[in-house]
């Protein structure tokens, strides 16, 4: 349980700590873990029909396993009998499908790939090597490195024109004034409601450096919620960010069609702290009422705002095209294609 004195301590980095600790505590106590071992991977022809048969065939064993009956012996011997004609029917229909789909359109890499996926073999998914000025990196902490630099220098300043660097420098250099006599409405106290609210609608994702995760904090009790929201407050009033929510696990994942041993062709993927996540979600919700409600946003802006789409566009561009049509008028479209847009924005 979060207790008042745990929140109430005057260093907000200590508080923070320990609120994390004692859940994460909790929680190895009473949750147990599953192991390290990663899902198979299924082969191609492996169906629904497949795996009821299966979990059926193993739920007979247990039962003959616990009960060690003539009857229980016969039901498993059935269980097993038919979970192995499921499979073999099943394999059976995939070759005979793959087989006859083999024409001149399809090339020897796709076959020879549906056949080793058909037997089980899968490429292996982590990375095997990295290239660095020409050579080959392969050990595991160097190609930590060169993936590290690769991002470093994605995001350099030295990317920025001249202009832009020194707006840059010199907007920075101007504090930013947190307090205002003024009483409005986004800079209030934090609720319940809005903490309730922000919960209910949380997808479960992966943990950040502390290993918190979001079902921690959807089992607590009211009155433990009670005093995170008093610590989120204390945050959100002493404008103090806490050090250990600055941290992230930053995944590679390769970009589709692009060279695998190129440093350059990952995206990184951060994972930080899902407490933060849910102290930035309450904050966004009311950013984004603030900037919706006063038409800040263009209207024809359709990206990260709800109840919108990119199919909001393309029915605008299919409607201006149509008009166009009826009145024998020119229609002129520009694309933009923003080089690396995502690592840079």
Not at 153 to 158: L, M, P
């Amino acid at each position: 349980m979060i207790t008042r004195d745990m929140v109430e301590g005057e260093n907000l980095n200590e508080v923070v700590n320990l609120v994390t600790k004692t859940i994460i505590s909790v929680a190895d106590d009473s949750i147990p873990k599953s192991g390290l071992s990663f899902p198979k991977n299924r082969k191609p022809w492996w169906n629904k029909y497949c795996t009821d048969t299966n979990r059926d065939q193993r739920r007979a064993w247990n039962v003959f396993r616990r009960h060690p009956t003539s009857a229980n012996q016969i039901a498993f011997q059935r269980a097993k009998s038919i979970a192995r004609w499921a499979r073999r029917k099943s394999e059976r229909g995939y070759w005979i499908k793959f087989v006859s789909g083999i024409n001149s359109s399809v090339t020897a890499k796709d076959m020879w790939d549906n056949v080793r996926r058909a037997c089980g073999i899968y490429p292996e998914k982590r990375i095997s090597c990295l290239r660095k000025n020409g050579q080959e990196v392969r050990n595991i902490s160097d190609m930590v490195d060169v993936l590290a630099e690769a991002f470093a220098s994605i995001c350099s300043a030295s990317n920025y024109t001249e202009p832009f660097l020194t707006h840059k420098n010199r907007t920075e250099r101007i504090k930013l004034r947190f307090q205002t006599t003024k009483h409005i409405s986004y800079n209030t106290d934090l609720t319940i409601f809005e903490l309730h609210t922000a919960l209910s609608v949380l997808k479960h994702t992966s943990p950040g450096p502390d290993e918190f995760t979001y079902s921690m904090l959807q089992h607590l009790s009211e009155h433990s919620l009670l005093n995170i929201l008093y610590m989120f407050n204390r945050i959100w009033k002493e404008h103090v960010f806490p050090d250990c929510w600055k941290h992230a696990f930053i995944i590679p994942i390769p970009k589709p069609g692009k060279d695998s041993q190129d440093p350059l062709n990952y995206r990184p993927i951060a994972l930080t702290s899902c407490m933060c996540k849910l102290f930035e979600r309450i904050v966004n919700v009311r950013l984004v009422h603030i900037l919706e409600k006063n038409e800040y946003i263009s209207p024809f802006q359709s990206g990260f705002r709800k109840s919108r789409s990119t199919i909001d566009n393309l029915m605008s561009l299919e409607t201006d095209i149509r008009f166009a049509f009826l009145k024998r008028n020119h229609l002129v479209s520009i694309f933009f294609d923003i080089y690396k847009a995502y690592d840079r924005t």
